[in-house]
C-alpha cells in the first residue's frame, strides 16, 4: 500500500516548565512555539530571538494550525501581543503580497484593483456633487427656466413662424429622450421607454423626415397620437411643474406630438413656405389638400399599428428580458400593477400574477380603441381638435398647481434637509481620499500597527 502524501498532522509536545521560569511571563519563549509545531518545522535559534524556520512561505502556513493554540482563559491578547509572534506573521504576509505583485497576475490585478479604486472615488464625488441641496437647488432653477423657455418660444414660434414648429419638436425630443435614457438608465428605468408614448413619437419623426403622402402612416400617427397619447395625460395625471425636468419630458412626450400634428393639419399654409424651404411639400398640403382618410382607415391603421407594437413590446420586453424584469427592472406595466390606487390593479389583482400582464394588455387593448374612435373627428374639426389640445393642457397645469401648492411646498424642503443630513453622514464614513488603503495586506499591517499600540 503506497504511503500517503498528506503532511503528518501537528501534534502538541509538551515541554516541562523550567523551574527558574515566572509562571507569568509577558511572551512565549522558544519551547512555547516548539510546542504547537512539529519538529520538521522548528528551528533551533536562540531562545532571545524566536523565529520560525524558513524553509517555505507555504511550508509556514501548513505549519500555523491556529486551532491547535489552547490559550488559558487568563491569557490577555496583551500577552500574544507582546511576542515576535505578529511580527513574524506581518512579514511572512507582507513577503508573500510583495513576491505576488512582482507576478505578471499580481502585476495585472494591481493595474485592476487601482482602475477599480479610481472609478469608485469617481463615482463617490459624483454622488456627492449630486446630492449636495445647492447643486440640487441649482439644477431645478435651470430646469424650471428651460420650462417656461419651452412655453413661450413654442407659443411665439405658433404664431410668428409656426413652420418652424416639427423640426422644434425633433429637436427637443432627441435632446430629452436622450438626456432621460442616461438617467432612466442608471435606475434601471428604461424599459419605460418603450412605452407606445414613445413608439408614437417615433412614427411622428419618420412621417416628418420621410417625403411623400403616405396616407396609411400619417392616418396611424394621427390616430394614435391624438388618441391614446394625448388622453394619457389625464390617464397618467401628467403635470405641468416646470422644474422638474422629468415630469416637463413626459408631458413633452404626450402633449407635443399632437400639437406638432395640429399645425401642420390647421396653422401652417403655403404661403407660409420661406426662401429656406423649411418644410416639405408633404407637410405643407395638409391644411389645403389633406389625404381622403375615412374613419374606417383610421381606425384599422391605427389598431393594426398599435397590435404591431404590443406584439414586437410582448416578445422584446417580457420574454427576451424577462430575467431584468424578475431582477426589478421597472416597466409600465409592473409598475401599474403596483399601484395599489389605479383602477387597473383593482381588475388585475382578481387574476392570478401569470395572467396579469395579460390583463393589463387587454385593458389597454381596450383603452385604445375607445380612445382613437374620436380621433377622426379631430381630424375633420378644427375646433374640435383644439379643444381636446386645450383640455389636456388645462389638466396638466392643474396636476402642476396640486403638486406645486399640495406636495412641493413641505416635499421639497424636506427632501433638500434629508439629502444636507445624507451628505454629512455620508462624509463622515466614507474617506473619498483613504480609498488606497482597501488593499488587504495594508489592513492586515495597519492592523497590527494599532494592535501593538493598544
Same mark, same amino acid.
Given at each position: 500500500?503506497?504511503?500517503?502524501?498528506?503532511?503528518?498532522?501537528?501534534?502538541?509536545?509538551?515541554?516541562?516548565?523550567?523551574?527558574t521560569a515566572s509562571s507569568t511571563t509577558d511572551s512565549p519563549s522558544t519551547d512555547d512555539i516548539n510546542g504547537v509545531l512539529p519538529a520538521q518545522y522548528v528551528d533551533d535559534s536562540p531562545a532571545s530571538s524566536p523565529t520560525l524556520s524558513a524553509t517555505s512561505d507555504t511550508t509556514l502556513m501548513q505549519a500555523l494550525d491556529f486551532d491547535l493554540l489552547d490559550f488559558d482563559d487568563d491569557l490577555s491578547s496583551f500577552d500574544l501581543v507582546g511576542s515576535d509572534w505578529i511580527r513574524v506573521l506581518s512579514s511572512t504576509f507582507s513577503a508573500?503580497?510583495?513576491?505576488?505583485?512582482?507576478?505578471?497576475?499580481?502585476?495585472?490585478?494591481?493595474?485592476?484593483?487601482?482602475?477599480?479604486?479610481?472609478?469608485?472615488?469617481?463615482?463617490?464625488?459624483?454622488?456627492?456633487?449630486?446630492?449636495?441641496?445647492?447643486?440640487?437647488?441649482?439644477?431645478?432653477?435651470?430646469?424650471?427656466?428651460?420650462?417656461?423657455?419651452?412655453?413661450?418660444?413654442?407659443?411665439?414660434?405658433?404664431?410668428?413662424?409656426?413652420?418652424?414648429?416639427?423640426?422644434? %419638436?425633433?429637436?427637443?425630443?432627441?435632446?430629452?429622450?436622450?438626456?432621460?435614457?442616461?438617467?432612466?438608465?442608471?435606475? &434601471?428605468?428604461?424599459?419605460?421607454?418603450?412605452?407606445?408614448?414613445?413608439?408614437?413619437?417615433?412614427?411622428?419623426?419618420? =412621417?416628418?423626415?420621410?417625403?411623400?403622402?403616405?396616407?396609411?402612416? !400619417?392616418?396611424?400617427?394621427?390616430?394614435?397620437?391624438?388618441?391614446?397619447?394625448?388622453?394619457?395625460?389625464?390617464?397618467?395625471?401628467?403635470?405641468?411643474?416646470?422644474?422638474?425636468?422629468?415630469?416637463?419630458?413626459?408631458?413633452?412626450?404626450?402633449?407635443?406630438?399632437?400639437?406638432?400634428?395640429?399645425?401642420?393639419?390647421?396653422?401652417?399654409?403655403?404661403?407660409?413656405?420661406?426662401?429656406?424651404?423649411?418644410?416639405?411639400?408633404?407637410?405643407?398640403?395638409?391644411?389645403?389638400?389633406?389625404?381622403?382618410?375615412?374613419?374606417?382607415?383610421?381606425?384599422?391603421?391605427?389598431?393594426?399599428? =398599435?397590435?404591431?407594437?404590443?406584439?414586437?413590446?410582448?416578445?422584446?420586453?417580457?420574454?427576451?428580458?424577462?430575467?431584468?424584469?424578475?431582477?426589478? =427592472?421597472?416597466?409600465?406595466?409592473?409598475?401599474?400593477?403596483?399601484?395599489?390606487?389605479?383602477?387597473?390593479?383593482?381588475?388585475?389583482?382578481?387574476?392570478?400574477?401569470?395572467?396579469?400582464?395579460?390583463?393589463?394588455?387587454?385593458?389597454?387593448?381596450?383603452?385604445?380603441?375607445?380612445?382613437?374612435?374620436?380621433?377622426?373627428? !379631430? =381630424?375633420? !374639426?378644427?375646433?374640435?381638435?383644439?379643444?381636446?389640445?386645450?383640455?389636456?393642457?388645462?389638466?396638466?397645469?392643474?396636476?402642476?398647481?396640486? %403638486?406645486?401648492?399640495?406636495?412641493?411646498?413641505? &416635499?421639497?424642503?424636506?427632501?433638500?434637509?434629508?439629502?444636507?443630513?445624507?451628505?454629512?453622514?455620508?462624509?463622515?464614513?466614507?474617506?473619498?481620499?483613504?480609498?488606497?488603503?482597501?488593499?488587504?495586506?495594508?489592513?492586515?499591517?495597519?492592523?497590527?500597527?494599532?494592535?501593538?499600540?493598544?
Open positions: 500500500m503506497p504511503e500517503s502524501s498528506e503532511p503528518i498532522p501537528p501534534q502538541r509536545i509538551d515541554t516541562p516548565v523550567s523551574a508573500q503580497r510583495d513576491r505576488l505583485e512582482q507576478t505578471p497576475f499580481g502585476r495585472k490585478f494591481r493595474k485592476l484593483v487601482d482602475t477599480q479604486k479610481r472609478i469608485v472615488n469617481n463615482q463617490l464625488r459624483l454622488l456627492q456633487m449630486q446630492q449636495n441641496p445647492e447643486a440640487v437647488k441649482k439644477r431645478d432653477k435651470l430646469a424650471f427656466v428651460v420650462g417656461v423657455t419651452n412655453m413661450w418660444v413654442t407659443a411665439l414660434l405658433v404664431g410668428v413662424w409656426p413652420e418652424v414648429i416639427p423640426w422644434f %419638436y425633433v429637436v427637443k425630443t432627441f435632446v430629452l429622450l436622450m438626456m432621460r435614457l442616461v438617467v432612466y438608465r442608471r435606475k &434601471r428605468w428604461h424599459y419605460f421607454m418603450f412605452d407606445m408614448c414613445y413608439f408614437v413619437n417615433a412614427l411622428l419623426i419618420l =412621417y416628418l423626415a420621410f417625403p411623400g403622402s403616405h396616407a396609411n402612416l !400619417f392616418a396611424a400617427t394621427w390616430g394614435l397620437a391624438n388618441g391614446p397619447v394625448l388622453i394619457a395625460i389625464t390617464a397618467w395625471r401628467n403635470s405641468l411643474v416646470f422644474h422638474s425636468l422629468d415630469k416637463v419630458t413626459s408631458l413633452l412626450i404626450h402633449f407635443d406630438p399632437p400639437l406638432t400634428l395640429f399645425i401642420c393639419r390647421w396653422v401652417v399654409k403655403p404661403h407660409h413656405q420661406h426662401a429656406l424651404r423649411i418644410l416639405p411639400d408633404h407637410l405643407l398640403s395638409l391644411s389645403t389638400n389633406p389625404p381622403d382618410i375615412s374613419f374606417s382607415q383610421m381606425m384599422l391603421t391605427s389598431l393594426a399599428t =398599435y397590435v404591431f407594437w404590443q406584439a414586437a413590446y410582448w416578445v422584446f420586453v417580457w420574454t427576451m428580458r424577462a430575467d431584468k424584469i424578475k431582477a426589478g =427592472y421597472a416597466t409600465s406595466t409592473t409598475w401599474m400593477l403596483a399601484n395599489q390606487q389605479s383602477l387597473i390593479y383593482r381588475a388585475a389583482k382578481r387574476f392570478r400574477p401569470a395572467y396579469q400582464p395579460a390583463v393589463f394588455m387587454a385593458i389597454q387593448l381596450a383603452y385604445t380603441l375607445i380612445t382613437i374612435a374620436p380621433t377622426y373627428l !379631430f =381630424y375633420r !374639426f378644427k375646433w374640435l381638435n383644439a379643444a381636446a389640445l386645450m383640455g389636456s393642457l388645462c389638466v396638466a397645469t392643474y396636476n402642476g398647481a396640486n %403638486y406645486y401648492f399640495e406636495v412641493f411646498s413641505r &416635499r421639497y424642503v424636506e427632501e433638500l434637509k434629508g439629502l444636507k443630513k445624507e451628505l454629512e453622514r455620508v462624509g463622515s464614513s466614507v474617506q473619498l481620499d483613504g480609498l488606497n488603503g482597501l488593499d488587504e495586506g495594508n489592513h492586515q499591517s495597519d492592523g497590527v500597527e494599532k494592535v501593538k499600540k493598544g
